[in-house]
């Protein structure tokens, strides 16, 4: 039986094939055994050509194979989550969720917030107490920033970072919002920076890692011994021993406690140690147990430069030479000034030349003055006590005054003094009952310093040269 009776085959086309099989084979064989079949090169395309439209002929009468591919088997590729971030819960919500950051600007509150960004009153509400319990709103700083998670129209997750230390989460349950805080842990370690001042305090410390919180913390310890705009020297020695704490990377992300100081402003060493004494009261004293702090401050506004010292001078208004009994802060308007020492203010007013006046009575018959000033704090006035650094007044201009400063007295059994001089008045002592534990911290300080790191600053190589000998 041939296949062109077969149930399974295509009408004509076994018949075809044959065909064209037959053909070819007969003009190859042609082609082949006879020594006068030539091609010539000016038919050499019309060959070529006939050739072509022979096989494409065979393909197109060749029947079709039916036959099914095989399948493709495609690569399941499964979603990388990133375990380190500290919302990857939060992608759960799946694509439909869209995320929302709201930044805290002036005069802001959270509720009302919210609601500018989607929330009805309802939810906002809902939202707000729940926050409240973890962190209260009243708390929050402008530049503080919000994400809002939403599945479609509904707020399913708010997440607030306050701190590189926490995070506070608030998620829908049911119809009600329950939030919850996070606490991230971080290795503290202690350090010490020590170098010689170059340039300037700031900047030397600041070089060899010490964080700006830990340099504020350093000058708040002398500043009632030094003055940070004059007796500073280059080559003046200095020492900070502290804790920071590092992220997985090693980098410092926060801060910790200033545990030991030691300075030497022209010469002068001074150390002091961290020590919380039985009340909870945290201060520096030196070995001795004297406290940092002195009774009343040198200098009462941070940063302020000297611009008239005490002494006779040529008055700058009146034109001839007379007693300044006192020393002139130069200052931009409006910059704080601090009680020089904590007692109770005798007047708050206007008071002739000086202008806007404040003095302060102190124990052991001492009184500071302070002069010229734009205006009061608010609370200042006669009998009002004030303790020590708290802000009673703001520099101006007013009275016979050439420009925004200070005038500064210090007042001793009614006599004006250099307030130069109160350097030399230590602060209150620690208690006698204290200076046990008092040199017990004081070791463990000091332990921990000779089993840390200390950064140095690494001294300037000089390279001397010599002219070659002629």
């Not at 020492?239 to 402003?265: C, H, N, Q």
């Amino acid at each position: 039986m041939t296949d062109e009776t077969s149930p399974d085959a295509e009408p004509g086309a076994v018949g075809t094939k044959e065909i064209v099989k037959d053909a070819l084979a007969v003009r190859l064989k042609a082609f082949v055994s006879m020594d006068n079949t030539r091609i010539y090169r000016e038919k050499r395309f019309a060959f070529l050509a006939a050739g072509g439209a022979a096989v494409l002929i065979a393909a197109i009468a060749l029947p079709k194979d039916k036959t099914e591919p095989a399948p493709q088997v495609a690569e399941i590729v499964e979603p990388q989550i990133d375990l380190s971030r500290y919302d990857m819960a939060l992608e759960e919500s799946g694509p439909t969720t869209t995320v929302k950051t709201l930044k805290v600007k002036s005069g802001d509150s959270l509720g009302p917030m919210l609601q500018k960004n989607g929330l009805s009153g309802g939810q906002a509400y809902k939202v707000t107490q729940a926050f409240a319990t973890v962190f209260k709103p009243r708390n929050l700083r402008v530049g503080n920033e919000f994400n809002l998670y939403f599945n479609g129209d509904t707020l399913e997750n708010l997440t607030f970072k306050p701190n590189v230390e926490k995070t506070v989460f608030v998620d829908l349950k049911g119809d009600d919002y329950i939030a919850r805080e996070v606490a991230a842990e971080f290795k503290y370690e202690t350090i010490g920076v020590a170098a010689e001042i170059s340039n300037s305090l700031y900047l030397d410390a600041t070089r060899l890692g010490a964080p700006d919180r830990v340099v504020q913390q350093f000058a708040n310890i002398y500043e009632y011994s030094v003055d940070f705009q004059r007796d500073i020297q280059p080559g003046d020695n200095f020492a900070m021993f502290f804790e920071v704490a590092r992220d997985r990377k090693g980098k410092i992300i926060k801060s910790g406690d200033l545990l030991y100081t030691s300075f030497s402003p022209r010469g002068k060493k001074s150390d002091y140690w961290l020590y919380v004494d039985s009340k909870g009261r945290e201060n520096f004293y030196d070995e001795k147990g004297k406290t940092a702090k002195r009774k009343l401050r040198a200098t009462p506004v941070n940063g302020a430069r000297l611009s008239s010292s005490y002494g006779r001078r040529k008055h700058p208004i009146l034109g001839y030479r007379k007693m300044h009994a006192g020393v002139d802060f130069a200052a931009p308007r409006g910059t704080p000034i601090l009680a020089a020492g904590s007692g109770t203010v005798e007047r708050a007013n206007r008071y002739g030349s000086f202008g806007n006046y404040i003095r302060i009575r102190h124990t052991d018959g001492y009184k500071t003055a302070y002069a010229h000033l734009k205006g009061f704090a608010r609370g200042v006035k006669a009998g009002k006590y004030v303790k020590q650094d708290q802000v009673i007044g703001y520099v101006g201009t007013t009275g016979r005054s050439t420009g925004p400063h200070l005038h500064y007295e210090v007042h001793h059994h009614g006599k004006k003094i250099n307030p130069r001089r109160l350097s030399q008045l230590a602060g209150k002592p620690l208690a006698k009952s204290e200076m046990g534990n008092f040199a017990k911290r004081r070791k463990e300080i000091e332990a921990l310093r000779q089993s840390s790191e200390t950064i140095k600053a690494v001294p300037a190589t000089v390279v001397m040269t010599a002219a070659a000998p002629k």
